[in-house]
């Protein structure tokens, strides 16, 4: 097990903190999505760099090393509300192959960028796709062990 590293016990997760932590993810039905626990080591982040969901984040301020949390997340914190508008019609003849329910479909956007969606249903005609996160929607369970936190702008400094 990594052991859990602080030298100074006060120092607590703040905007630009990089954060050495395991982390597991849960949808409400208890069903585990994510987890860092199988690594050997932590995984390591700055606080506001994008890396974890603003709502995951908001969960780590105040935490030091050795500290441990599990949060409930609403959907609008974690992942999203679901939204009728990001599920799309297509013609299914305009498809290459027949598209199969349940299976993810990359598409290119106006600004040619990769947008994926999941198949919704298929007929002759129609086929529904959505793109809405896969976990949209959901109520999100997140468990946090935080081992080690470095101060904003000390995470290049060693000390001898």
Do not use: C, Y
Not at 9 to 22: C, F, N, P, Q
Not at 38 to 54: K, N, Q, T, Y
Not at 79 to 91: A, H, L, P
Not at 137 to 155: C, H, S
């Amino acid at each position: 097990m990594t052991e859990i590293i602080n030298p100074n016990d006060e120092t607590r997760v703040a905007e630009g903190s990089k954060v050495d932590l395991h982390f597991s993810v849960a949808i409400e039905n208890g069903v585990e999505i994510d987890n860092t626990r199988s690594r050997e080591e932590p995984v390591s982040l700055i606080m506001g760099d994008g890396s974890l969901l603003p709502g995951f984040e908001k969960a780590l301020f105040g935490l030091r090393a050795g500290d441990r949390r599990t949060v409930s997340l609403p959907p609008e914190e974690a992942f999203g509300s679901w939204n009728s508008e990001n599920v799309q019609k297509f013609d299914t003849v305009k498809f290459e192959q027949r598209p199969i329910v349940g299976h993810m479909i990359e598409f290119e956007d106006k600004a040619k960028s990769s947008l994926f969606g999941v198949v919704k249903t298929v007929n002759d005609d129609i086929t529904e796709v959505d793109f809405n996160h896969p976990l949209a929607g959901k109520n999100i369970t997140f468990e946090v062990e935080i081992f080690k936190v470095t101060p904003a702008g000390q995470q290049g400094i060693k000390i001898m």
